[in-house]
């Protein structure tokens, strides 16, 4: 069974990183597919961040793509989400997911994690 | 950007009823388009993808149609754990992945 689960801290200072981490167990990173980064604001709707491929390839969000950067750890079977220069707009439960190659969708997701940017 | 416009916004059906819903693309999107479930506190959970093929473990009353710019998810007959908030994803080309604001099907 394949098992997500995100980390990383839950409250972050305006102007400064947001770095999470996704831990995959029950699948190995290197034998396949996308990862992805998804959002949503309290009581709003699902935002793709990104997607990274086990070889590091990446395909961002274009709104979001000047403050992403998405990363592939394989010896740890990890990836993880740092975003630069955050907002109370950032604030967010941030998911991460597995995404199909074929066609593209989230099929296994981890159970978010709450992320508030205040000072 | 490809914008996803889900109608309505919320749903009031009682169990046993049909829901439709639907999703419009804001250019054509082919047949690439998913559709998920999410309930309060969870993460959404595939039910569709590329537009009417049901996800693993999907029961057969969820069902999806469509292509080009309008979709549509049918619950042929809600039952109790259905009510929840229902989003469609496109995925018409790399670097441009959106969601629709969602549907809340709600018990009447």
């Known amino acids: 069974q394949v098992q997500l689960q995100e980390s990383g801290p839950g409250l972050v200072k305006p102007s400064e990183t947001l770095s999470l981490t996704c831990a995959v167990s029950?699948?190995?990173?290197?034998?396949?597919?996308?990862w992805g980064w998804i959002r949503q604001p309290p009581g709003k709707g699902l935002e793709w961040i990104g997607s990274i491929y086990h070889s590091g390839s990446t395909y961002y969000n274009p709104s979001l793509k000047s403050r992403v950067t998405i990363s592939v750890d394989t010896s740890k079977n990890q990836f993880s989400l740092k975003l630069s220069s955050v907002t109370a707009a950032d604030t967010a439960v941030y998911y991460c997911?597995?995404?199909?190659?074929?066609?593209?969708?989230?099929?296994?997701w981890g159970q978010g994690t709450l992320v508030t940017v205040s000072s | 950007e490809i914008v996803l416009t889900q109608s309505p916004a919320t749903l009031s059906l009682s169990p046993g009823e049909r829901a439709t819903l639907s999703c419009r693309a804001s250019q054509s999107v082919s047949s690439y388009l998913a559709w998920y479930q999410q309930k309060p506190g969870q993460a959404p959970r595939l039910l569709i993808y590329d537009a009417s093929n049901r996800a693993t473990g999907i029961p057969a009353r969820f069902s999806g149609s469509g292509s080009g710019t309008d979709f549509t998810l049918t619950i042929s007959s809600l039952e109790p754990e259905d009510f929840a908030v229902y989003y469609c994803q496109q995925r018409s080309n790399w670097g441009a992945l959106t969601f629709g604001g969602g549907t809340k099907v709600e018990i009447k």
């Open positions: 029950g699948y190995s990173i290197s034998s396949g597919y996308y």
């Open positions: 997911a597995r995404h199909r190659v074929n066609d593209r969708a989230f099929d296994y």
